[in-house]
């Protein structure tokens, strides 16, 4: 095959190859040296820009294991295909590195320093073109309590905790770092369009009360910039869902995940998981999707469960299960449960995780 395509002209290749999807060209690019190089042509790339990019949930490593192994990799699950994939990350030139987000094709890690300071530093890449750039170097302190928060616009990025914000753009190309003034650590904090949107515990040690602050990104520099997002209408929306959690949803939807309270009592047991969607423009909530009672008793015995991914598709992770619930839902609005068997690793079971869309015109 390889003395086939030795013989044909570059655009000719492009062209074919420019017609089967991203998931495709991958697996072609495997079959000999003259195609990878053919199929990883800065011109190739660019006939690419307006293909579909290649939906995946990659895996976060466990907080204790530092990917110190010679060939680090990655690990994602592609939904469609129902096969778990492998991205060597071995490219990178640092001791270690822990991936924990994604956007518009690009990968965001945490690698420590190659010297010997404590310091780590936020590196972009594209596992699948093996670019890579490092972000100015930030405190070790940044990598341990702080959220980061990605979007592909001038690839933006956010560290956030409960005192402080830093900012990031490619525009600016060094850290704005702002004060944040949050009443609580914000839980499972996103990046929406232009604002933050993030969970915090407003309630007492004894019991928690939960609300929606948001903060624009133009209203970061102020002192007071963030605004709790509530309408007297949405009643006890905050009181029927034990440990909530949010997602970014499609456009301007955000969803909200959490165990569905069996009553309104202190310690109240869940009967299931319950995935509701708010729409930022009207602000009014509605269900999303409930995991099957026959899943969800396989989760009932954990005292805690992972939630990770986003749009129209969801996992769900916990202790001793050994597997993932995934949560998918068509543009119809019709919803699928199922489990994803063979996860890598052997860890507590609490698999964490984010979306990833490989694409190969992505440059950091």
């Known amino acids: 095959m390889d003395n086939i395509f030795s013989q044909l002209p570059q655009d000719i290749i492009h062209q074919i190859f420019s017609r089967i999807s991203l998931r495709q060209v991958l697996i072609c690019r495997s079959v000999s040296k003259h195609l990878h190089t053919a199929l990883s042509s800065p011109s190739f790339t660019h006939l690419l820009a307006t293909t579909s990019p290649f939906p995946l949930l990659a895996l976060r490593p466990p907080h204790r294991h530092h990917l110190l192994s010679p060939s680090p990799l990655l690990h994602l699950f592609d939904p469609i295909d129902n096969k778990w994939l492998q991205f060597s990350l071995s490219f990178l030139p640092f001791p270690s590195a822990h991936p924990i987000a994604a956007a518009g094709g690009l990968l965001y890690l945490w690698a420590d320093s190659p010297s010997s300071d404590s310091n780590k530093s936020l590196v972009v890449c594209n596992p ?14 940044w990598s341990r309590h702080g959220s980061v928060l990605v979007d ?13 914000a830093l900012y990031y753009s490619n525009s600016n190309n060094s850290w704005l770092k702002f004060s944040s003034n949050l009443p609580s650590k914000p839980r499972s904090p996103i990046l929406i369009n232009k604002s933050i949107i993030a969970l915090c515990d407003v309630g007492s040690p004894w019991r928690s009360q939960w609300k929606i602050f948001i903060c624009t990104l133009k209203s970061l520099q102020t002192s007071q910039p963030w ?3 509530e309408k007297h209408e949405w009643g006890d929306v905050f009181d029927i869902l034990k440990r909530p959690r949010l997602l970014k949803g ?25 995935i509701l969607k708010l729409d930022l423009c009207t602000l009014e909530w509605g269900e999303a999707g409930r995991m099957p009672l026959e899943m969800f008793r396989c989760f009932q015995e954990s005292s805690k469960f992972k939630v990770f991914g986003g749009g129209n598709r ?13 949560w998918e839902a068509s543009e119809s609005g019709k919803e699928e449960w199922r489990w994803i068997d063979g996860v890598p690793g052997n860890g507590d079971g609490l698999y964490r995780g984010f979306l990833f869309d490989g694409r190969l015109d992505a440059s950091p």
């Open 152 to 164: 592909s616009v001038n690839n933006r990025v956010i560290v956030l905790n409960e005192l402080a």
């Open 250 to 274: 499609f456009g301007d939807m955000i969803l909200m995940i959490g165990g569905l309270k069996s009553s309104f009592s202190l310690n109240a047991s869940c009967s299931t998981i319950l």
């Open 314 to 326: 969801v996992c769900f992770s916990a202790k001793r299960i050994g597997r993932l619930a995934l």
């Open 128 to 141: 699948l073109t093996l670019e890579h750039k490092t972000l100015p170097q930030l405190g070790s302190a």
């Open 227 to 229: 605004n709790t997002l």
